[in-house]
């Protein structure tokens, strides 16, 4: 079936630096992925839509300039997250829409010191 | 604008009870709806989902879901609940009708199994 990778699984920053996390679809080509943002016990907000080849789409109250998001070839997405702070730290997670389906990676979990 | 309620926060049953998992949606278009399942630090697992056709889904792990266009919902059920079923469940729904892929999900429910 479909596969969804991230990397890292998990990374650990400075408040101040930068982090990539990659999002790679394994065996299918993906135009438009999508990244969320998953707080301890909450649900999954949606925070872009990731489009290859042009500019992504971000939901409301979602800083642009802090989440970078580019969709490099057809099976990456990639989110960097930009001067990272505390308030930072969360679950994140991509996903990529193959048919009807959504096919969602493991996730990456970010803790900003 | 697509909407999902998930009106319990936390559902405790007994292993052997039935279980439901309740869902009630909004959107403007053809709803496609979906059930995750979530465990610890893990990612979502799809359980099953529903774009057209009978009311009733089958799914993974002898879940099902039931589709009430008259009530908006799509609650999840497990007729023998198990130990092994305690985990965190979302509903998710996107507009078939034109939203294209943008899912947006319900704020989760604990599930709780207990032996």
């Known amino acids: 079936g479909a596969v969804v990778s991230q990397h890292p699984s998990r990374v650990i920053c400075k408040s101040g630096t930068s982090v990539k996390i990659e999002c790679r679809s394994l065996?299918?080509?993906?135009?438009?992925m999508f990244w969320y943002r998953q707080f301890p016990k909450q649900s999954l907000m949606l925070m872009a839509t990731?489009?290859?080849?042009?500019?992504?789409?971000?939901e409301q109250g979602v800083e642009k300039d802090k989440f970078l998001i580019n969709h490099a070839s057809l099976t990456l997405s990639t989110l960097t997250v930009t001067s990272a702070h505390p308030e930072d730290s969360s679950f994140y997670i991509c996903?990529?829409?193959?048919?009807?389906?959504?096919?969602f990676g493991p996730g990456t979990r970010l803790t900003v010191t | 604008a697509q909407s999902v309620a998930q009106p319990e926060d936390q559902v405790n049953v007994a292993e052997g009870n039935p279980l439901t998992v309740k869902c009630t949606y909004s959107?403007?278009?053809?709803?496609?709806l979906f059930w995750y399942v979530q465990y610890p630090n893990r990612g979502l697992q799809f359980l099953l989902k529903?774009?057209?056709?009978?009311?009733l889904v089958k799914g993974s792990y002898g879940f099902e879901a039931e589709f009430n266009k008259s009530q908006t919902s799509f609650h999840l059920k497990k007729p023998s609940a198990l130990v092994s079923d305690s985990a965190l469940y979302f509903c998710?729904?996107?507009?078939?009708?034109?939203?294209?892929?943008?899912?947006?999900f319900g704020a989760g429910t604990r599930l709780f199994v207990k032996a």
């Open positions: 529903y774009i057209t056709g009978d009311n």
């Open positions: 998710a729904v996107r507009d078939g009708g034109g939203g294209g892929f943008k899912t947006i």
């Open positions: 996903s990529a829409p193959r048919g009807t389906e959504q096919y």
């Open positions: 990731s489009n290859e080849g042009s500019k992504a789409t971000y």
């Open positions: 065996d299918f080509q993906a135009t438009t």
């Open positions: 959107v403007s278009g053809n709803p496609y």
